[in-house]
Structure formats: C-alpha cells, structure tokens
C-alpha cells in the first residue's frame, strides 16, 4: 500500500536554517544580494539538495533554476511551484527562502511515499526577485513570462556600474536555456504575509486574493554648489535641505493614507556629499502602494503638490516623476478556494488576504493559474533582520503546498 506524503518538518527547518547561515548578519538575518558570492552560494546548495532529491536541474539565460520531477505523462505541462533564494540587503530567513525550499520538502515528500504525480513537478528560483540589487525587481519571473525583455535585464547596473550579465557569468550562472516561451499549468508560491492580519486574527494560512495598486516615484532636486563654511546661510540653494522637506512630507502622505495605502522615500543620492560642500543636486526615490486605483492617484496627487509647493518656497528646481505603475492583479479565486479548503481538511484556521508586496506569482499569473499561500510572520515584520516565522508555521505552510501540488499534479 503507497504510503500518504508527509512533509519532514523537521528536515525543513533545518534546511531554512542552514540556507539563512549563507550570508548570515549579526542580527540573525541573511545578507545575499542577487548574484553575490552569497547568492551563489544559496544556489549551488538548492542544487545539491535538487539532485539529491533525484531531480534535473536547468538553468535559463537570466539565471532562473528550474528542479525537475518527471511525471506520468510528459505531454502534461508541469506545474511549478518556486518564489527565490535572494535577500534585501540584509534581510531574513524566510522571505523567498520558504517558497524554494518547500517545494524541495514537497518533492522529498512524494519521493518517500512512491507516489508519481501525472504532472512534472519544477521547483522555480528565480533570479533577483527583491530587486535589492538591481532594479527592477521581480525580474527572473518577469522575463520568464515576457513582461521584461531579456536584453534590458542583461544590461542593468548594480550601484557600482557593474552589469547584470558579467555577474551572472561570474558567479557560473549564466544559463543556455531559452527563457520561457514555454507552457506552465499552475503556478504555486508559499511565502511569509510580510504583514500583520493573519497574526491579528489568529489565523494559520490566507489564500491571497489580489494584488494592489503600485508605483515608484523619482525626484531630482537641483540647488547650487557652494563652500559649506563660507557660503552666507541666506544665500544658500541647499538642495539636500529641500530633499529633507519633501521627505517629510512624503512620511505625512504615507500616513494619512494607511492602511490601504502607505509611502515612504527608501533611495536619497547626493552630490557632492562630502562636508565641506553645499549639495547641489539631490535625488530621492519612493514607492507608493494603495488597494484602491483612486488612491494611489491622490498619494502621486498629493507628492506633486508638494513638491510644487517646496520648489517656489525655495527657488529651486524640482523635477518628479512617476513609472513602473503597478496595476492590480486578481488571482484564480478557484485556486485561492482549494487552498482555503486544504487549510481546513488539515485543520488550520484561514482566511482571504490581499497582497501589498510583489511576488514572483503576479508575474506567473500573466502565464498560467496562480496561487500564493500566506503564512504568518511575527509582528508582520519582513525586509528585516528580525524576520520571523515560528517552525509550526512553516510546516503549516508546507503541508496545504504538498497537498496542493497533489491535487493539481494530478489533475489532467
């Protein structure tokens, strides 16, 4: 008799653990910028794990890391399951990790139980995710489903100059496979909320229903150069003083507008910046997430004004803009269902959540079904060294993937 799947929760934990001591911080956290010495650390360990696990490991032109499980019937497209080994600069454990290395524990799972799905089974790590790096993020998974041109994302530049592709030789993972332009049946990512709700309402796991309403902003703000110990302090076009300003002022808007909608400037440059000279150009980046389209209107309405405000108030040029709009994307409300029934066949409270963040997923959407499964991280926190996600949480999340991937593998 073939014994049911059952995900090693001990096995996984240790696996997220020893992957998080790959860049390891001081503050606990993980440190592993896309295509780092660390970033290719991470990867040659998932593909130990892969080929322990009996799987084909390829590689595609921009780096992404598909872990093959072969099904009954090759004419089948597969299903996916991934999310991404980079961090932020640092982050933690569990951000991208949890997806990655459950689908490696989903894997093991079928192994141990000699169960063959009808599906191929891909685990998907996919390049540069956080964006932490270079920018834009999302990117593997965005040139993976044709949002992205291949040739854009070779040549991107990290803050040092440094293109993209050199690192992606560099580091060994410069891939011959074609990316994408092949067909996928489902795609599934477990990944930490990166938010409070489902701590706050006691819950285990949340099928998310949605995406939201996103964009960057980038401010150039133009003052005049001068000598920071003799230039008249009536006299001066400090732009860095104006950047200030307009920092505040953004917090403010961001505030006003949560929780359906927050901003924060993350990016200030500034030239000279050194002490003995007055800033003569300073620019600042921000991002702006809202639930509502009208919303992130009235956010990029309200910086505008500001901005325009600041700019007669000092005398300086201020220039804005606005790109890479993100708009709202809604998941396969049947797949988001299934996961909410298997939460419940396993005995785990859940719920419907929206996503605020990116995920490799709403890139995925435009090529096939999605699903991302949420489990709860502590005090909502991500992006940070304290990043935490208790072990009952993450087997949690484990076992609706593996069910799931049954479900669906299954499926013809």
């Known amino acids: 008799m073939t014994a ?8 996984l934990w240790a696996d997220i653990m020893t992957m998080g001591a790959i860049g390891e911080t001081p503050g606990g956290g993980s440190f592993r910028p896309a295509l780092s010495d660390a970033d290719r650390e991470a990867r040659n360990l998932f593909r130990h794990w892969a080929h322990e696990a009996g799987l084909t490991v390829t590689v595609d032109a921009i780096g992404n890391m598909f872990a093959r499980r072969e099904g009954s019937d090759p004419s089948l497209p597969p299903l996916m399951i991934g999310s991404h080994l980079d961090t932020q600069m640092p982050g933690g454990k569990f951000d ?17 139980a000699n169960v063959t799905t009808k599906r191929a089974i891909e685990i998907a790590n996919f390049t540069n995710e956080e964006g932490a790096r270079f920018q834009p993020g999302v990117m593997g998974s965005g040139v ?3 949002l992205l041109p291949l040739d854009h994302a070779l040549q991107c530049r990290d803050d040092a100059g440094i293109p993209l592709a050199d690192e992606l030789a560099r ?72 950047a ?42 921000y991002v702006a997430v809202h639930a509502t389209e009208e919303g992130r209107a009235r956010i990029i309405e309200r910086i505008e004004a ?61 090529l096939c079904q999605t699903a991302i499964i949420f489990v709860p991280c502590r005090d909502g926190i991500s992006h940070s060294e304290k990043e935490w996600c208790d072990p009952e949480q993450v087997t949690a999340g484990a076992r609706v993937l593996l069910d799931m991937a049954v479900m669906i593998a299954n499926d013809s």
């Open 4 to 11: 049911l799947p059952k995900i090693d929760a001990n096995r």
């Open 144 to 146: 993976f489903v044709g």
């Open 244 to 285: 200030a300003r307009l920092i505040l002022e953004i917090e403010a808007i961001g505030a006003d507008n949560e929780p359906e909608g927050m901003v924060s400037a993350t990016v200030i440059r500034n030239w000279p910046n050194n002490r003995v000279n007055i800033p003569h150009l300073t620019k600042l980046s």
């Open 171 to 242: 580091i060994g993972y410069a891939g011959s496979l074609p990316v994408g332009g092949r067909p996928v049946h489902t795609y599934l990512e477990l990944h930490i909320e990166q938010g409070p709700e489902l701590e706050k309402a006691g819950a285990m796991i949340a099928a998310v229903s949605n995406s939201s309403w996103g964009c960057s902003g980038f401010i150039e703000i133009h003052g005049e150069n001068g000598h920071s110990q003799t230039a008249a302090m009536s006299k001066r076009r400090n732009s860095l003083v104006a």
């Open 306 to 366: 500001a901005v325009q405000r600041i700019a007669g108030e000092t005398g300086l040029t201020i220039d804005a803009t606005t790109s890479h709009y993100r708009q709202r994307v809604d998941l396969s409300p049947e797949l988001s269902g299934q996961v909410m029934q298997v939460a419940s066949q396993l005995g785990y409270a859940s719920m419907l959540l929206p996503t605020l963040t990116s995920h490799d997923a709403l890139s995925m959407h435009h």
């Open 96 to 112: 991208g990790v949890l997806g990655v290395l459950a689908g490696i524990a989903t894997v093991r799972a079928l192994n141990e």
